[in-house]
């Protein structure tokens, strides 16, 4: 069965820093886009960062470059988002996608899987 599944989502202060992990079975990641999106409530699914596993280069929205890092690790068929300086509008469900080949900008549509999501609360 293929699937995503998070882990790592919590609440935290301000400031604060969590760890997500979206790990892949019943496929291999070698040659993936694999994506996090994060979506509050009222708001449309936004595009967090990706990361071409071939190459493992990395793209950032504006809003978390510089605080956000991606990184995958092949051997475990599994994502990280690394989140540092978290602030209050950082608050999200946060989903992890993945899609065949490599992918320019994160428009969710062009992801064909994904997982149920990890809740992140940052409070103020």
């Known amino acids: 069965q293929v699937q995503l599944v998070e882990s790592g989502g919590g609440s935290v202060q301000a400031g604060g820093s969590l760890r997500l992990a979206c790990t892949a079975s019943g496929f291999a990641t070698s040659r993936n886009s694999l994506a996090w999106f994060r979506q509050a409530p009222g708001n449309e699914r936004e595009g967090v960062a990706r990361i071409w596993t071939v190459t493992n280069i990395p793209f950032y929205s504006d809003s978390v470059k510089g605080r956000f890092t991606i990184s995958h690790d092949i051997a475990k068929n599994t994502a990280y988002l690394q989140m540092n300086a978290l602030k209050p509008e950082d608050t999200a469900m946060y989903f992890c996608?993945?899609?065949?080949?490599?992918?320019?900008?994160?428009?969710?549509?062009?992801?064909?899987?994904w997982g149920q999501g990890t809740q992140v609360t940052v409070s103020s």
């Open positions: 996608a993945a899609a065949e080949g490599l992918l320019s900008f994160l428009n969710p549509s062009d992801y064909t899987i």
